[in-house]
């Protein structure tokens, strides 16, 4: 059997292959044994799940293995978006949630991931003990359980609609009346995916004009993937365009991510989302405090933390981390450049949903599109570009420029005076006229990604071309 290791968001492998009911539920009777000792364990554990094929199978596999600790479940009663199932925990007062999903990942994949009981990312502490409970449940090769049946009949397993608490949460932290007032036009794509009835119906239900595509089931995605990037979104860009719409609202396929089209059919990347949404949260809504942001994010929002006396703190890459600083630091907004976000109010846990309704409202107040909104902010702030590179390299390329990032130190860099270096997650150079340029190799391929936001697209692509040839990629 191929280890099984947690990744930056859980789990995840093929099905068939690796992600099978065997292996599944070693990992469920795993986290049963860390959660023995927890002091809401008998509360239970939320089981959410999404569209893909075999979850709800999976889903019940896994609550009958929790069943077999005396641990009750509380199944979702159809598939639930990752921030739907993470807000139950609150609601139910659980010991965490198991989520099975492979997020945005190509349809022949599936997952698992712990959700704590604080609603956010499992931090690698948590994981790591997960991963140890694990190998010991593998080598006794002991997994306790009890028939559904059973357990349905001794109160340890019950089916929920988590919708209810999480539809009347979420409209209270956007402003659904001026979204209506201002009768904005909007298309939403839940990329067949688990958001699937969310933003629709809560769009229609505040009496907005909404129209929904590929709202359907569909475990092979339309023969794409649930991945709401620029180049998946063409239906929803053809869509906007045909229709005349101010707006298309796109989520993964667990509906913790977002993509955005504006009116005009281009797409918004999540660094500019990103730093539109804190403009708004300082200058409309008056939120106060700092913002949470991973090293491969936007520093846009460095300079408007600045403006109000407040600081940006950098993360290591993974929602997990940026939620740790929501939860410790009160940071008004966490984000990161692949299209994940939370603001306080809400659970430590990237939302989709809530990302999608906020640039709606952002769309609406500030009464022009969101190019227009860009264009006030680069007006104020100044302009950034920014890209990300994956370069593929062989598996001796990869470590020869492993270790002379190590070693990677310059006093310039393209020109320019290199002002910091920073090695939270990869290796990062900022430069004296504020660009920078981020190195960090895959965990999985035999590739480097290489991230640089510059003042200028002929800065940035210099620095591409510099970081290139530095490594000799």
């Not at 190998?135 to 997994?143: A, K, P, S, T, Y």
């Not at 940071?331 to 939302?351: A, F, M, N, Y």
């Not at 920014?386 to 310039?412: G, N």
């Not at 990604?449 to 620095?463: C, D, F, G, Q, T």
Request: net charge negative.
């Amino acid at each position: 059997m191929k280890k099984i290791k947690f990744g930056t968001d859980g789990w995840r492998s093929v099905m068939a292959k690796d992600f099978t009911f065997e292996n599944m539920k070693l990992v469920v009777q795993a986290i049963a044994c860390y959660l023995e000792n927890h002091p809401l364990k008998e509360n239970g554990i939320v089981i959410g799940y999404d569209n893909r094929f075999l979850s709800e199978h999976f889903a019940y596999e896994a609550a009958k293995v929790l069943a077999g600790n005396n641990i009750k479940s509380l199944v979702v009663n159809r598939a639930t978006p990752t921030p739907v199932t993470a807000y139950a925990i609150t609601t139910n007062n659980a010991a965490g949630a198991i989520m099975i999903t492979a997020s945005h990942n190509p349809p022949e994949y599936n997952g698992i991931k712990f959700i704590p009981d604080y609603a956010g990312p499992a931090l690698p502490e948590t994981t790591d003990k997960i991963e140890q409970e694990l190998e010991r449940v593998i080598q006794e090769g002991l997994i306790k359980e009890m028939s559904l049946e059973t357990a349905k009949d001794e109160g340890l397993c019950r089916i929920f609609d988590p919708m209810p608490d999480y539809k009347k949460h979420i409209k209270q932290l956007v402003n659904l009346d001026v979204i209506c007032k201002a009768n904005l036009k909007l298309v939403v794509d839940p990329m067949f995916g688990a958001g699937i009835d969310y933003l629709d119906q809560i769009f229609a239900e505040a009496g907005c004009h909404v129209i929904a595509i590929n709202n359907y089931r569909d475990p092979l995605f339309g023969g794409s993937i649930p991945e709401p990037s620029s180049k998946v979104l063409s239906k929803l860009k053809a869509r906007v365009l045909s229709e005349g719409a101010d707006l298309g609202l796109a989520l993964d396929g667990d509906a913790d991510r977002f993509g955005i089209i504006d009116s005009n059919g281009e797409y918004i990347i999540p660094n500019q989302i990103l730093y539109m949404l804190y403009y708004h949260l300082l200058n409309v809504r008056k939120c106060r405090g700092p913002v949470a942001r991973s090293v491969a994010t936007t520093h846009m929002l460095d300079r408007m933390a600045e403006k109000f006396g407040y600081e940006a703190e950098e993360t290591p890459v993974g929602f997990k981390y940026i939620g740790e600083s929501m939860r410790k630091r009160g940071s008004v907004l966490g984000g990161e450049e692949s299209g994940g976000l939370s603001i306080q109010g809400h659970i430590p846990e990237k939302d989709g949903i809530l990302a999608a309704l906020m640039v709606a409202e952002i769309r609406a107040i500030h009464g022009k599109t969101l190019t227009g909104v860009i264009k006030q902010i680069i007006d104020e702030f100044g302009f950034v570009t920014s890209e990300r590179l994956d370069v593929a390299v062989d598996i001796k390329e990869k470590e020869r420029i492993l270790q002379e990032l190590k070693d990677f130190k310059p006093s310039s860099f393209c020109g320019q005076e290199v002002v910091k270096r920073v090695d939270i997650d990869g290796t990062k150079i900022v430069l004296a006229d504020g660009a920078w340029a981020l190195i960090r190799p895959s965990g999985t391929e035999p590739l480097f990604r290489i991230y640089v936001e510059a003042n200028s697209a002929e800065e940035l692509h210099k620095i591409q071309k510099e970081v290139k040839s530095t490594f000799k990629m």
